[in-house]
Structure formats: structure tokens, C-alpha cells
């Protein structure tokens, strides 16, 4: 495509030939009917510099000053800027001709039959009124013309004198009564949606000047191509016209599963109605205005718990897009739906999609038709379906004639067919198209290793502490969100946390991208966060950081202080000794000088490892404060996991009380006890008297009211069950001692045991085993007979299950009278009335 640019001098010359995807530059198109080729200036008109004396300049002039009124470099004249002695070049021109129609940011309709000067009549000046000549004008009766009015989204119509006399939509029902057609395809609706023969109807009253050009004139009309064969005449021409729409029609029903339009409709009602009132919120949202109005802000995920009104508010955003977009924009959408198999995949979703794009711009059929004409309706159905799809459906998103396009799909939860190809899918295409210059990228790569790596999401104070790069930024949140808004195909920042938009897009860049993220490994990630997180408590933590004073100031009163001194350490309090375990996992054994006597860690837990607990507590965190694993610095890593276990109440509950009780009530050996001495409480004068060592108990577990009759650890060890005379059965976590779970049984058990997965406990009274997760009881999970009441249960690791009991004499006989049990892999211990102990193999038991 050339185009003709104004010069300052009001010179008028082409630009080069702008071929392929070249992105055009806005420009202005001319739409007119021609004079006598005497008149017309040409393409060699222009390149020879000549021409300015045909009456036809001034349709160029006229074009070139009303381009510039409306801030428009560029203008285009089909008289002019295709040089029709190139055959190629007119081929192409007449088959891109729709699109360059539309593509215009201005359509100028010169009618060079109207005018609005004024006449004088009977001695004085009168204004002519141009109306009646307008419905006249030879502009309504040529074919060209026809393409020229439906495709641009602005048309504008001046008289021969220059003066505005309406556009399409103020001149609406004129020209719909002059032309009949239909008002709403002059207002925009996709010319697709009107029948086939009404579109041939419209251009029947027309004329053209070479007899095949009424047929080639359709061709944008109804989104085909066929190459220009002047001379085959005018049967010819439409023959070969109807057979591309045939084609096309085909290939849009082929395509056609569920009609999304329809779908929508149908939603809509069955669910009452949709309510403006109840969807308008959305409008206001900044996350959503972002994604709405913001080139690099792609993904935007809707998410709630059932029946929160998410699929009424996507249809009220599909309706608020529909009146407020440009009208080039596309809107296309998609509900999914479990329980139907034509909207319940991958392949629909994308069918469904591509059908509604095509709909509103058929040219992008041409991405089908590509694959379609070979393989017909079986490339939507076979086995190589997806792949075929999310080919064709990568090419229209590339496709340059593609204006903004905004995609909606309900319900991927009900997508149950493909859905982790379907949102791969998503989460590449939207980066595919981000686009982010190259030291943007580094950083944003930084910062999404970042986010990929850390075990909840960050507040951007967090996310400034952690990272290297961005540390310096911890003062400047503003422009920190702008830097992570880079990543908006990636994360997104709500009440300033940065979340990723979706699971799918972490699990994208932790598998699909992990080359391009974590080029030297994810151990080099862990480490930054690690080390920093070290750096950042050095600084930050201290004694009585919220300024509780009192030593029985209870945890569950703390109200962070604002500033909240923690804002910026708290991730990293939680979490530096899980990244520590993650960094030494994968480290060479030479890197971990760290972790060597005298090393960053034995200095901050030498220094700051009371202060790290007291912060732990402010943060309600103890329980999470990390896995711990060099002579000294073992023996300071064992004591303080020991006094964190022996305090781990009392500091819990009453953060200071780690300078406390704590202090006061480690045995005199506690290395901890012996760095923090300056912190324990002067005023106690008298010490009570704790031993030497620590006590042989770790930990006592509170909580049951009756005595405790079986306890059972779970495979991993990670659980403790404890029953109870109390009639109850609770669930401990094992290395942090909170109760996990209480479970209301009615009668005390005498003896319980996990299964190998941890989902059951079984208990000694045959009817009842316990779901761990829900609490659920009453429904044995071992299919054998169990007799209502044995003495004991055990579990072999094999998943042998043996249970013995007073009245059972297959393997023991009754005077042992059995009251405990145990299984190792193949033995069984059982514990007998009479104080012995016996060892059995398990077949000998069954037997
Ligand atoms: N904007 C709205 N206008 C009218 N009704 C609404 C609107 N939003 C929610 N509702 C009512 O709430 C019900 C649940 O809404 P909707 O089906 O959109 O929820 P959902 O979050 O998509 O549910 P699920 O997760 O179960 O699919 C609807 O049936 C409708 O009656």
C-alpha cells in the first residue's frame, strides 16, 4: 500500500510500498466516483510530477487538507496510489481493497454531484438544499462505492465544495432509504451476520465500469479472495465468487459448534436476567481498567467461590466492552460448561473463540480456510484437533489487520477436557505478545524468578527487599508497581501484593520457561533470597520491635504499629530457612561456607536469634519458622531448636516472654540461654533451678481431659493421633505440637493406628475408622471383617492389616490375653496381660 503525504509546502508526494505485515502509519481514504480518465490524475501523473491542472487534483487537495483538520499525515486515493500498469500490484490492490477501507482511520466520501453553494433565484441568493441531490448522487449507483460506505467505521460526506454534510451514522436513514440496506450493518454489525443473498441484493442496482469488477467489488463483502480475471465476463465472475462463499460457509459451519452469542442469551435467562447493579463494581476496578485500556496488561483472572456471580459479571463486562470499545476492537467469548460435551474442552473453547472472531472480521477465515480446504470438518475433530487449533488460532493473534482484541472465557474449571493445554496455551499466547524493551526484560525476569521461587506471595516491600536488583526501590512503591506491571501477562499487584494472575502462569514458568528464568538453576534464586533475607533481619530486627514493654503483653493482642517495623523482614523471617534447605539441597558442598562455624548464619543466630523469635511471634509464624539443620554451629542450631520447642508456648503467646521465662527456665548448658544472658531479666534475683541438659520430654502436648489410652505416629512422622478415655481422638502436627484436629468419637478408643497413606485412622472397635481430613467416621476402610471390639490395631508397612483382641483365638490363645500391638515390616510385637512382650511373624498370627 502507498500513501500520499502532504509536505509543508502543501506539495503532495508517495511514500514507498508498504508490503506485507508493515505496520501503516493512520491515514485518511478517499472514496469517490471517477470522471473521464482525462480528468484522474494517475499514478505517473504524480511520479512524473505532473497532473496538477486535471480537474481531479482538487479531489486531492481536497483529501490532503481534511486529512491534515483531523491530525492525519497520510491520506489514500485509488486514482493515484496503485500503479494499475503493475498487474500483480492491481491484483493484490483490488483483494486488500476492503481492508484498507476499513483499516482507515478516516473514510472521506467527495460527491462531486452535490453541492450546497448558493443559487440566486428570483434576484436574491438562496442555500441550496443539498439533500434531494445527495439521494440522487451517481455515488449510490456504482458498485466500488458499495465496500466503500460498509467498511471504514467512519465515513464522512462532503459536497463538491468541501462542506461537511453529515457522516454514516447522522445520515443513517437516508442512505439506508436510498440504498436499503439494512441501518444496523451501516452501524457497524458484522456484515457476516446478514445472508448471503441479501448481500448480493445490495449490489444489484449498482453498475460498474468493466462488467467482472460487480463481482470482484464483493469480495471484502463477503471475506473471500479470488484473483482478478478480467475478460472471463460477468458469469464467470460471479461463479467463481459464489463458489469461495460456498467454500467459506462451509468452513464457518464446519467450525460452528455452539453459537457463543447464543450462549450467553441463554445464560443470561436461565439465570434470571443480568443485572447491571449487581456487575457495575467491576467498571471502577483498577486491575480491570488496567487489562481493559492497557496494551501490556494481557491476562486478567476473575476468581471466586461458587455462585459469587462471576459468569453474570463476564457477561456484564462482554456487554460494557461491546458499547465502549472502538468499533475495530473484537470482543469474542466463550462459556464453558461440564456437563455439555460441545462447550466442555479445549478444542471448543478455541473453536468457539474463532468463531465469534471470524464472525466480526472475516478475513481472519483465511487462517482457516488455509488448513480446512484439505482436511474439511475432520481438522476440528480428530486426534490432531488442539494442535491444528491453537496453530490456526497463534496465526489470527498474529495476524497484523487484527485491531485490539478482547477474549472472555467462563468457567475453566469446567473446561474438562485439556484444560492445562487450554491455559498453557493462554498464558503463552498473552506473553507471546508482550511486548518489553531489553533491560526491562532482564528485570522483569529477575522479579518472576523471584516470584517463582518463594513460598507465598510478596508485598512490594518484601519483593524490594529480596531482589538485588530492586532493593534500592524500597522507598519508591510506585514505581516499583509500574516495574512489576511489566509482568502483567505474569503477576498482577492487588492491595499491594504481588500474586501470579493464575496458578497455570506460575507452573508455566517453572516448567515451560525454566530456561529462559533460572538460566543458572532455581539454587541460585534461593540463595539471593536467602542471603538478602539474612541481610534485611541483620538490619531490621531488635528487642521489643513493637514496643510492647510488658512481658505478659498476649501475642493475640499485638496490632502491627504503623509503620509496621516488620513490613519489609516479614517473608523473610518465615521463610530464609526453608531457602537456605532449598539453596544446600542443590549447592556444591564448597558454596556453603555460609553454613560453616563463624559463618553469616552462626553470627545472625549468635546475634539476633532471640529477636528473630520474638519477631516470629509478632508475626503469628512460630510454627512456621523453618527447618534447621558444623560442630558449633550445629550445637547452636540443635539448642535452639530445643528451646524453641520447650518455649514455644509461652513465646507464642507473650512475644517477650522470650527474654523471660524462656531464658530463665533453659537449663544452664543452653548455648542460646549463654549468648542472651545480658537479656534475661534482671530483676529475678533468685533463679529457679533447671538442670544442666535439657530434659529427655521435647515437648508436652495440652489438650485431652481424659487420660490418653493410644497414640499413633503417622507414616511420615509429620502427624502425632492421640486417643483418649476423653472420648476423643486429636491430631497433632508432630514437629510444631499444635493440635491440628479434634475429633468427637462418643467412646474412648483403646487403640489407634494411621494407614499408610495418612488419609485413615483405623481404631480398635471394628465399625469405625477416622478420615484424617474431614473427621468423618464410621465407615471401615478395610473391607475384612473386623469383630465390633478388639484390644488393639496395628498396621503392617506392606499394608497387611492385624488386629487381635481377647475373644480371637486364631493366633493366640487366650490366657495371653493381648492388650497392645505394634508391626514392623513382617513381625508383630504384642504386649500380653501377664507383662511379657512377644514377637511374632506376621504369617504365623494370620495363620
Ligand atoms: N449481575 C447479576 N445479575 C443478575 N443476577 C446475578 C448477577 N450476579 C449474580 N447473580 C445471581 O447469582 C447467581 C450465581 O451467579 P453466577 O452463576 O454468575 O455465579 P458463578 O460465580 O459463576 O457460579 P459458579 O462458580 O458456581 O459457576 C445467578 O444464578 C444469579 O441468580
Known amino acids: 500500500m502507498r500513501l500520499l503525504r502532504r509536505s509543508n509546502t502543501g506539495e503532495f508526494s508517495l511514500t514507498r510500498n508498504f508490503i506485507g505485515d508493515e505496520p501503516i502509519p493512520p491515514y485518511a481514504i478517499l472514496s469517490h466516483t471517477w470522471g473521464p480518465d482525462t480528468v484522474e490524475v494517475t499514478f505517473n501523473d504524480l511520479t512524473n510530477g505532473c497532473g496538477k491542472d486535471k480537474s481531479g487534483y482538487e479531489k486531492i487537495r481536497f483529501c490532503g487538507r481534511q486529512a491534515e483538520q483531523d491530525g492525519l499525515q497520510y491520506f489514500w486515493i485509488d486514482t493515484c496510489c496503485i500503479n494499475k500498469a503493475n498487474k500483480a500490484e492491481l491484483s493484490q490492490a483490488i483483494n486488500a481493497m476492503f481492508r484498507w477501507y476499513r483499516n482507515a482511520t478516516q473514510c472521506y466520501v467527495y460527491l462531486s454531484d452535490v453541492s450546497t453553494a448558493k443559487r440566486k433565484s428570483d434576484n436574491e441568493f438562496i442555500e441550496c438544499t443539498w439533500e434531494q441531490t445527495f439521494r440522487e448522487s451517481r455515488w449510490f449507483t456504482r458498485g466500488w462505492t458499495l465496500q466503500e460506505l460498509l467498511a471504514p467505521s467512519s465515513v464522512v460526506f462532503f459536497s463538491r465544495d468541501g462542506k461537511r454534510l453529515g457522516d454514516k451514522s447522522s445520515l443513517c436513514q437516508q442512505i439506508h432509504e436510498i440504498t436499503v440496506i439494512p441501518k444496523s450493518a451501516l452501524q457497524g454489525v458484522p456484515l457476516s451476520a446478514f445472508p448471503v443473498n441479501e448481500r448480493f441484493s445490495w ?35 460471479f461463479k467463481r465468487l459464489r463458489e469461495e462463499i460456498g467454500k467459506l460457509e462451509q468452513c464457518m459451519q464446519d467450525l460452528h459448534l455452539t453459537n457463543p452469542w447464543d450462549d450467553k442469551k441463554r445464560i443470561e435467562d436461565s439465570k434470571g436476567g443480568l443485572l447491571k447493579d449487581s456487575y457495575r463494581w467491576i467498571l471502577e ?65 478455541l473453536r468457539g473463540l474463532l468463531y465469534m472472531l471470524v464472525h466480526q472480521q472475516p478475513s481472519l477465515i483465511s487462517h482457516i480456510r ?17 494442535v491444528a487449533l491453537s496453530e490456526i488460532f497463534t496465526d489470527v493473534l498474529q495476524d497484523p489487520s487484527l ?7 467462563d468457567a475453566l474449571g469446567e473446561c474438562v477436557i485439556r484444560l492445562p493445554k487450554l491455559l498453557d496455551f493462554v498464558v503463552q499466547t498473552s506473553c507471546m505478545s508482550s511486548r518489553v524493551n531489553s533491560d526491562d526484560a532482564d528485570l522483569c525476569k529477575g522479579i518472576l524468578a523471584l516470584m517463582g521461587i518463594v513460598y507465598r506471595p510478596l508485598t512490594l516491600n518484601e519483593l524490594a527487599c529480596l531482589s538485588e536488583e530492586l532493593k534500592d526501590m524500597a522507598d519508591d512503591l510506585d514505581s516499583l508497581q509500574q516495574i512489576v506491571g511489566l509482568c502483567g501477562s505474569f503477576l498482577t499487584v492487588q492491595n499491594g501484593t504481588v500474586y501470579f494472575v493464575h496458578q497455570s502462569a506460575k507452573d508455566f514458568l517453572c516448567t515451560g520457561a525454566v530456561s529462559e528464568i533460572f538460566p543458572s538453576g532455581t539454587e541460585n534464586v534461593h540463595f539471593t533470597v536467602f542471603s538478602r533475607s539474612l541481610e534485611v533481619m541483620s538490619k531490621t530486627l531488635r528487642r521489643d520491635m513493637y514496643s510492647l514493654r510488658a512481658l505478659g503483653y498476649p501475642a493475640e493482642q499485638v496490632e502491627p504499629p504503623d509503620p509496621d517495623p516488620l513490613a519489609a523482614s516479614r517473608y523473610s523471617c518465615i521463610y530464609w530457612v526453608d531457602h537456605l534447605c532449598d539453596w544446600c539441597l542443590n549447592s556444591s558442598a564448597t558454596s556453603l561456607v555460609n553454613l560453616q562455624d563463624g559463618g553469616t548464619v552462626y553470627e545472625f543466630l549468635r546475634k539476633k536469634y532471640l529477636y528473630w523469635l520474638e519477631a516470629l511471634s509478632l508475626c503469628k509464624s ?11 554451629l550445629i550445637e547452636l542450631v540443635l539448642d535452639a531448636r530445643r528451646f524453641v520447642m520447650a518455649h514455644k508456648w509461652a513465646i507464642e503467646n507473650c512475644p517477650l516472654q522470650a527474654y523471660a521465662s524462656a531464658l530463665v527456665f533453659s537449663p544452664a548448658c543452653s548455648v542460646v540461654r549463654d549468648h542472651f544472658k545480658e537479656e534475661e531479666p534482671q530483676w529475678i534475683t533468685v533463679k529457679p533451678s533447671i538442670g544442666d541438659q535439657w530434659s529427655a520430654c521435647l515437648r508436652t502436648l495440652e489438650g485431652h481431659s481424659g487420660g490418653v489410652r493410644s497414640v499413633a505416629f503417622s507414616h511420615d512422622s509429620a502427624r502425632l493421633a492421640s486417643a483418649s478415655s476423653d472420648k476423643t481422638v486429636k491430631i497433632w502436627d508432630a514437629s510444631s505440637g499444635a493440635c491440628l ?14 494407614d499408610h497413606t495418612g488419609v485413615y485412622l483405623h481404631t480398635n472397635i471394628g465399625t469405625i475408622d477416622i478420615s484424617v481430613q474431614s473427621g ?62 512377644w514377637i511374632c511373624k506376621v504369617e504365623l498370627c494370620l495363620l
Open 285 to 349: 476496578n483498577p486491575d480491570f481498567q488496567r487489562w481493559r485500556d492497557d496494551q501490556q496488561s494481557r491476562l486478567l483472572w476473575i476468581k471466586g467461590d461458587p455462585g459469587k456471580g462471576k459468569t453474570m459479571l463476564l457477561c456484564g463486562i462482554a456487554n460494557e466492552l461491546m458499547s465502549s470499545m472502538a468499533k475495530t476492537s473484537l470482543l469474542s467469548y466463550f462459556f464453558c460448561q461440564a456437563t455439555d460435551s460441545r462447550i466442555n474442552s479445549a478444542t471448543t473453547v
Open 741 to 754: 484436629r479434634t475429633f468427637s468419637i462418643g467412646k474412648p478408643l483403646n487403640d489407634i493406628a494411621f
Open 776 to 837: 468423618l467416621t464410621s465407615f471401615p476402610t478395610i473391607p475384612e471383617p473386623r469383630s465390633p471390639q478388639y484390644q488393639g490395631i496395628a498396621l503392617s508397612a506392606d499394608g497387611v492389616w492385624i488386629t487381635h483382641n481377647s475373644e480371637h483365638q486364631v493366633w493366640l490363645p487366650s490366657e495371653y490375653r493381648p492388650s497392645c500391638s505394634v508391626v514392623s515390616r513382617n513381625t508383630i510385637g504384642i504386649g500380653v496381660g501377664s507383662g511379657k512382650v
Open 403 to 409: 485491531k485490539d482484541t478482547y477474549l472472555i472465557v
Open 622 to 632: 512460630m510454627s512456621k519458622g523453618g527447618r534447621e539443620d558444623a560442630s558449633k
Open 203 to 237: 449490489m444489484q442496482p449498482r453498475e460498474t465500469k468493466l462488467e467482472e469488477d460487480k463481482a470482484y467489488s464483493l469480495l471484502g463483502i463477503f471475506g473471500v479472495y479470488v484473483p482478478p480475471v478480467y475478460g472471463e465476463g460477468l458469469a464467470s465472475s
Open 370 to 386: 488455509k488448513k480446512h480446504d484439505h482436511a474439511g470438518k475432520a481438522l476440528f475433530e480428530d486426534v490432531n484437533a488442539w
